[in-house]
């Protein structure tokens, strides 16, 4: 009795009036309870998993933001590692310095979520490129000043007067030597003793044919008493070429080569120069 009271109570049927605010007549929907309540929780069911994916788009939507950020640091991450890199490698074998491992070690990871402080990173890698970039200008001021500074002998030969004051060989005064002589059987080669370019070539009174040459940094030096000069003024010359051949004249006693080396505008002794070649 109560199964066919319930199956009844649930059969029977409402009217649901639709008025629309036109003047078109009224819709009438007739339902049993069972239906109504049907549509009822299908429309509870649709309304939920609107809002889930609803909820579900915006995240993708989030996510996908977050991706394309975190790939454009990486890629910008990527880049600043390589050219460190190449920095490195090229600096490698000339100086020690701030490297790749040392960054490397220096991320750290958060305890909670696992994540690189690709900014910190970003941040160590410019200081380190930064520092790398001074050092190849220190190397690269250096090795123009080592190419500048004369080194090695001029000319085969045996030191016959030293820098500084003496008697003069041919008219027996006292004064001062600005540079050594070089004793060299005649037309044995000249060579410069830097890279440079030649400031004077030609006859100089009591010096003879004499050549000079501006090596850059304050450096110059001068080659006296050449029985030949084989550069011109102006033209541009290599450590170890030959510029002249020994000879004796001017005012002299035989076969030598007169050598100076200037530092800034004045004579300094050579000596210190011969041993570095």
């Not at 199964?3 to 109570?9: D, Q, S």
């Not at 998993?49 to 454009?72: D, I, N, P």
């Not at 640091?73 to 990527?78: M, P, Q, S």
């Not at 090229?90 to 020690?96: D, G, I, P």
Request: proline share 3%; charged share 20%; with cysteine.
């Amino acid at each position: 009795m109560k199964l066919k009271r319930l199956k009844k109570r649930w059969m029977t049927s409402v009217t649901i009036l639709v008025v629309p605010h036109s003047k078109s007549r009224p819709l009438k929907l007739r339902l049993p309870v069972a239906g109504l309540a049907a549509c009822m929780v299908f429309a509870i069911i649709g309304a939920m998993y609107a809002v889930f994916a609803g909820v579900k788009t915006a995240e993708y939507y989030v996510m996908k933001s977050r991706l394309s950020y975190f790939t454009k640091e990486f890629t910008e991450l990527k880049y600043t590692i390589s050219s460190l890199k190449e920095t490195n490698n090229e600096l490698s074998r000339l100086v020690e310095l701030k490297s790749k491992n040392n960054i490397l070690k220096s991320a750290e990871f958060s305890s909670d979520t696992g994540s690189i402080d690709i900014e910190a990173i970003k941040k160590d890698m410019k200081e380190t490129i930064e520092s790398v970039a001074e050092i190849k200008k220190y190397i690269s001021d250096q090795k123009n000043i080592f190419l500048a500074t004369p080194r090695g002998w001029p000319v085969a030969g045996t030191i016959s007067s030293h820098y500084g004051v003496r008697h003069h060989p041919v008219t027996g005064v006292k004064s001062h030597h600005s540079g050594i002589d070089i004793r060299a059987s005649m037309a044995t080669p000249i060579r410069a003793t830097a890279d440079g370019i030649v400031s004077y070539s030609g006859w100089s009174g009591g010096n003879g044919h004499i050549i000079v040459i501006e090596h850059g940094h304050g450096f110059s030096t001068a080659y006296a008493h050449n029985k030949e000069n084989f550069v011109k003024v102006g033209q541009t010359v290599k450590k170890g070429q030959q510029i002249a051949a020994s000879g004796s004249t001017g005012m002299s006693t035989g076969p030598h080569l007169h050598y100076e080396v200037w530092k800034n505008g004045k004579q300094i002794d050579p000596l210190q120069f011969l041993k570095d070649g």
